[in-house]
């Protein structure tokens, strides 16, 4: 830990983690100053500060550091660093918040990272780490900022991180005790990076563990590590729901370990809420951080056998005239879309039954590889937003695709279209921030709209040419 007392501080960027953080170094006495490339605080006005940073100083987006004007740099890690200044004196040292975080907290570290899921396996986590009596502080984009729980954590025994990949560009002695890694995928988020560069990035999660540390990591993440010649210092667990070989695996619905000394069935998806691979592999991953920290199998099983899917991720809206409907809206990329659809099973496996909507932001993400999977599973497809172009035409050999003009008008027809023992899906494959806002606000649209749905149909308002539809909603009538 730093005594602040005498440092001279800059935080760039004032969103929510660069916040927590200015407010910690003014309770720890340290000199701050703050910077923005926006206008959140009306510039160099300091009255216009929230009261518990008015002991910060404004300094102006860019202007020039002098020398010794500063002794540390701290970067909300949101903030692109090409939107940030170059350093006049490279000797002045740079963090993120998570090494920030990390060398401040007064307990171990569990990192929870990868491309799908931290928010589903950071619940499954805290479950885990709870029914064995362990006091935790939870900190991530879903929970509160690192700097928020940073005093708190010398009263718990582990500090639970979330972990998006940009946090770990500013690192150096960031180590978790545990480090789960759930997947690795490409996301439109991260298209700046080529994926071998993005999955180099994420390794850093666990660069500086030491051999008594552990790295609890899916068996198809690690084979790609391994294919890049990563090195993992710490002890390794695997697991996967799709691959037998690994040291936790799924057969049948059943998760088992082949761990010595800890072997047989851990649990059975039929017993709990949460249904499909992706699940199956948080829960996986949520067990064997208990497992490294001696909790037993029995009290995390009670603990687990009541969760349930977070907003977003795959949850059950309404059931109408025998009709599923299904918020996926926080699927942003084409790995969480195959979970999805693959959890999908309809009364007949060889015909399709879910009509997908999709789309949102445009990107350069490679769709085509699940046209085989649409086939299979997708009677049509809706499409949205100013990708709905590149989707068709990855996907319009495998199934038909229609482009619509806004959600509501999306959801109207796959209602109109239905049949029983159908799924209705919302699960874009992109990111929504441009196109609808956010994943929460096209999820919150979604399940409006179908809450408003008539269970009245034309009976011929079944085909994907020629249907009768319902009379549509339009944003008056949902708003």
């Known amino acids: 830990m730093t005594d602040w007392k005498q440092e001279k501080v800059l935080v760039m960027g004032m969103r929510p983690r660069g916040i927590a953080m200015a407010r910690y170094l003014i309770r720890q006495g340290a000199r701050v100053y703050l910077s923005d490339p926006g206008e959140c605080f009306g510039g160099s006005k300091a009255q216009t500060l929230p009261d518990d940073l008015s002991k910060a100083e404004w300094m102006p987006w860019g202007a020039p550091l002098q020398e010794g004007a500063v002794t540390w740099v701290l970067k909300d890690p949101s903030l692109a660093w ?94 978790p005790s545990v480090a789960v890694l759930l997947n690795l995928a490409p996301h439109a988020r991260y298209e700046a990076l080529d994926f071998d560069a993005y999955c180099h ?11 008594h540390d552990w790295l609890i990591i899916q068996s198809e993440a690690l084979a ?28 049948r619905g059943l998760l088992i370990s082949r761990i010595n000394g800890w072997s047989g069935p851990m649990f059975n998806m039929a017993d709990v809420g949460l249904k499909g691979d992706h699940h199956a592999e948080n829960l996986m991953a949520a067990m064997l951080v208990g497992h490294v920290l001696k909790i037993s199998i029995e009290s995390m099983k009670r603990a687990l056998v009541t969760a349930r899917p977070l907003p977003g991720c795959g949850v059950p809206v309404r059931e109408l005239g025998s009709v599923q409907y299904v918020d996926d809206s926080k699927c942003a990329n084409p790995l969480a879309l195959d979970r999805m659809l ?23 993400l490679d769709y085509h590889h699940l046209g085989p999977l649409i086939s299979h599973r997708v009677k049509g497809v809706h499409l949205i937003g100013s990708a709905s172009k590149d989707l068709q035409a990855a996907w319009s050999l495998f199934a038909p695709c229609q482009i619509f003009a806004d959600p509501i008008q999306a959801i109207n027809a796959a209602h109109a279209k239905a049949l029983p023992h159908d799924v209705v899906l919302l699960s874009p494959a992109c990111s929504t921030s441009g196109s609808f806002r956010s994943a929460e606000h ?38």
């Open 82 to 175: 090409d939107e940030s200044w170059q350093l006049t004196d490279p000797g002045i040292p740079v963090m993120g918040d998570l090494e920030f975080g990390y060398r401040e907290s007064h307990c171990l570290n569990i990192a929870i990272a990868g491309s799908n899921g931290k928010s589903s396996a950071m619940g499954c986590v805290q479950r885990v780490l709870e029914s064995g009596q362990r006091h935790v502080a939870m900190a991530g984009p879903e929970q509160a900022p690192i700097g928020s729980v940073l005093e708190q954590s010398g009263k718990c025994d582990f500090l639970t991180l979330q972990i998006e990949a940009e946090q770990l560009v500013h690192t150096s002695y960031f180590r």
């Open 201 to 211: 990035q994420m390794a850093t999660l666990f660069r500086n563990q030491q051999a």
């Open 224 to 251: 790609k590590l391994h294919s890049l010649g990563v090195s993992i210092p710490g002890k390794v667990i695997s697991f996967s729901a799709q691959n037998r070989r690994a040291d936790v695996f799924m057969d």
């Open 342 to 364: 693959r959890s999908l099973r309809g009364p007949n496996p060889h015909e399709p039954h879910v009509w997908l909507i999709a789309g949102g932001d445009s990107s350069a």
């Open 442 to 479: 096209l999820g919150a649209l979604f399940q409006k709209v179908v809450a408003q749905l008539s269970p009245n149909r034309a009976p011929d308002a079944v085909s994907l040419s020629g249907s009768k539809a319902v009379k549509p909603m339009d944003a008056e009538e949902v708003s």
